[in-house]
């Protein structure tokens, strides 16, 4: 069985700090995404990852997608409220479009 | 362009009872995904359809559930009869090239 363990679980932060979300598993992915969650709506995705070692950035958000495909982290600068979500990474195998959803990662950010 | 619509967004019922969750995927999109979601497990994948087939059911809780996709702009998620231990946020997903993109889910509480 695929598992993705997602840590912190929680994390309250003040507002301008960085930080760093992990997304560990065992298994290979072929690719894999990161999603941010608000109270009361659907995930929306952030970013995809598909190759080992990729790093993406969007604004002030940097992912980055281990060498072996097995892990990926999530690096926020001067974080800001506007950052506050679950944080979920989700991880799927060659061949098919069926992600694995990890633990998440719940984040709040103080003003 | 709507997005993904899910209806009802809020159910509230009685241990028994049927339940018929909808999602109109986003047109175009030839995969769509019914995920649950609870504080316990998390988000999880119950099934999923490749151009209104079904490809993997695997997560499929039992035979209580169940889904359908008659054409390309519909799906229902079933549940009869329902049980409390199904109280959960329930949410649609569907992709085109696998970037997912989820409803806002339904809110189901059965008493």
């Known amino acids: 069985t695929q598992l993705l363990e997602q840590s912190p679980q929680f994390l309250s932060i003040q507002e301008g700090e960085n930080l760093t979300v992990y997304c560990n598993s065992s298994s290979v992915f072929s690719s894999l995404q990161w999603y941010r969650q608000e109270p009361g709506e659907g995930p929306v995705l952030l970013v995809t990852v598909v190759t080992g070692g990729e790093v993406k950035k969007l604004k002030r958000l940097t992912f980055q997608f281990g060498d072996a495909r097995k892990d990926s982290s999530l690096h926020i600068t001067a974080a800001q409220p506007g950052d506050t979500g679950l944080y979920l990474c989700?991880?799927?195998?060659?061949?098919?479009?069926?992600?694995?959803f990890g633990t998440g990662t719940r984040l709040k950010v103080l003003a | 362009d709507a997005g993904v619509i899910q209806s009802p967004r809020h159910e509230v019922t009685e241990m028994g009872q049927e339940v018929t969750l909808r999602c109109k995927p986003i047109?175009?999109?030839?995969?769509l995904f019914w995920y649950r979601q609870t504080m316990m497990r998390g988000l999880e994948l119950l099934i999923y359809?490749?151009?209104?087939?079904?490809?993997?059911d695997s997560g499929m809780p039992e035979d209580r559930f169940s889904a359908k996709m008659p054409n390309a702009s519909f799906s229902t998620l079933k549940i009869q009869p329902s049980e409390p231990r199904d109280s959960a946020v329930y949410f649609c997903?569907?992709?085109?090239?696998?970037?997912?993109?989820f409803g806002p889910g339904t809110r189901l509480l059965v008493l």
């Open positions: 997903a569907s992709t085109l090239g696998g970037n997912q993109y």
């Open positions: 989700a991880g799927a195998s060659s061949g098919t479009y069926k992600y694995i």
């Open positions: 047109s175009g999109h030839n995969s």
């Open positions: 359809f490749n151009n209104n087939v079904p490809i993997d």
